[in-house]
T-cell receptor
Framework: ETGVTQTPRHLVMGMTNKKSLKCEQH?????MYWYKQSAKKPLELMFV???????ENNSVPSRFSPECPNSSHLFLHLHTLQPEDSALYLC??????????????FGPGTRLTVL | AQKITQTQPGMFVQEKEAVTLDCTYD???????LFWYKQPSSGEMIFLIY??????QNATEGRYSLNFQKARKSANLVISASQLGDSAMYFC???????????????FGQGTILTVHP
């Protein structure tokens, strides 16, 4: 596997379910990101992990819970979601530090539908 | 005020012709980066090209070039010799380093849908 991978690619869940999205990067990066892309809206940054520490949480509801066990893996745990949470969830990673352009490389996304 | 503005919701181009996608930005950060991404209907966001605020030359990557006009705060993407596979949504994004963060916050524009006609 190369680049950034995400599983599952598609997910349908009820409002009472608990599920997790997984992201893995094979680029040797040290920062990882979760974005939400809803129809007709720009990408919204949800969470940032830099060197495995969560450094940003953009007022995301607590029903979304991120986890970054190491620099290569990132999870987004979902519980009691609402229909308006239906969206494309994109994971990205980048190399930060001296001399780095901090270019973010994205995974293919998980298309989530909440019934 | 919007940080990234893409004024063209949709653009059409004939195959093999060149097309310019517009992007203007707003920042007070002297050190920033500008990116263009391509998003096909499959959903993946594909990195195309990067321009740093201190770069003297316009960035080029194959058929993609970035027309960087710093004083006008514009960073237009030029795609030369368009191909049918170029049909996609294109996003302009800006990275700023604010608040002493170790990483750059990436802000995206609304996107431009490009359709390439045969």
């Amino acid at each position: 596997e190369t680049g950034v991978t995400q599983t599952p690619r598609h997910l349908v869940m009820g409002m009472t379910n608990k599920k997790s999205l997984k992201c893995e990067q094979h680029l040797g990066h040290n920062a990882m990101y979760w974005y939400k892309q809803s129809a007709k809206k720009p990408l919204e940054l949800m969470f940032v992990y830099s060197l495995e520490e969560r450094v940003e949480n953009n007022s995301v509801p607590s029903r979304f819970s991120p986890e970054c066990p190491n620099s290569s893996h990132l999870f987004l745990h979902l519980h009691t979601l609402q229909p308006e949470d239906s969206a494309l969830y994109l994971c990205a990673s980048s190399k930060i530090g001296q001399g780095a352009t901090d270019t973010q490389y994205f995974g293919p996304g998980t298309r989530l539908t909440v019934l | 005020a919007q940080k990234i503005t893409q004024t063209q919701p949709g653009m059409f181009v004939q195959e093999k012709e060149a097309v310019t996608l517009d992007c203007t930005y707003d920042t007070s950060d002297p050190s920033y980066g500008l990116f263009w991404y391509k998003q096909p209907s499959s959903g993946e966001m594909i990195f195309l090209i990067y321009q740093g605020s201190y770069d003297q030359q316009n960035a080029t990557e194959g058929r993609y070039s970035l027309n960087f006009q710093k004083a006008r705060k514009s960073a237009n993407l030029v795609i030369s010799a368009s191909q049918l596979g170029d049909s996609a949504m294109y996003f302009c994004a800006m990275r700023e380093r604010t608040g002493g963060t170790s990483y750059g916050k990436l802000t995206f524009g609304q996107g431009t849908i490009l359709t390439v006609h045969p």
